[in-house]
């Protein structure tokens, strides 16, 4: 399994999420290692499908996908959670879910 | 960093909101709370509503102003016209003022959305910080600060804390 958390410099969103993945990696008992990649620019972004940080993909799927009109910048990820709030690190279950299905 | 601590007189401005009018912090006779804010960052998203709350709450004391000086070239879902949006569709009850030149937020030395400065009604800054200690879960708010300051300011009373580190995305600055 390939786990690959993209992210912008200095957000905040980025170790709570990292926390929430792996205690799910724990608690699915998955042992691969998480790859830590830094998006730096608008061009980058682009090339990367980035549309906002953090976002965790699992075997390149990511556990939101964005809609289509979603667009690749430096931007700050905004996840739905079940009740329709917004909640700037995915929910636990969500991460759970791809990574099930993944396994 | 803050260019203005506890203590200090506000910083005067006069932005354009939403609402077609111009917008000057000078004008207000009450508690203004300057929030520096925006509308594509989630920390903004999930505490808006807690915002339009405390306007609501206290409105007869508090004049709540809410800012945003994000670059709308590289973030247009923070240029005037979604800003105007999302006014109507949160029925904010503030105006949603546009720092397009960022002037302001440099002025203030803010950093973060969102990100509050209170000033009582002499214009003095008495609360500077986050909103409340959880973003994610209104219910399960420990520490309302912003709400609190608030109320220690019409009891006429210093808020303890007066400063809580702001959280929340960075101000998006123009290249």
Known sequence: ?103 | MAKIKIGDTQLNFELPGVDGIKHNIENIQKIKVVIFSCNHCPYAQAWEDRIVNLQSEFSKEIQVMMISSNDAEQFPDDSFKEMAKRSKEKKFNFPYLYDESQEIAILYGAERTPEAFVFDALGTLKYHGTIDDNYENESEVEKSFLKEAIKNIINGENPSPSFTEPVGCTIKWKN
């Open chain 1, 1 to 103: 399994m390939n786990i690959t958390v993209l992210y912008c410099d200095d957000c905040p969103s980025l170790n709570p999420s990292l926390d929430r993945l792996k205690k799910v990696l724990i608690e699915e008992e998955i042992e691969e290692e998480i790859l830590l990649k830094k998006v730096e620019s608008k061009e980058e972004a682009t090339k990367l499908k980035f549309t906002g940080s953090p976002t965790i993909l699992i075997n390149g799927i990511d556990i939101d996908p964005p809609d289509k009109n979603s667009y690749f910048a430096l931007n700050c990820r905004a996840f739905k959670k079940q009740n329709g709030k917004i909640s700037p690190i995915p929910p636990i279950d969500m991460i759970r879910k791809l990574v099930i299905q993944q396994k």
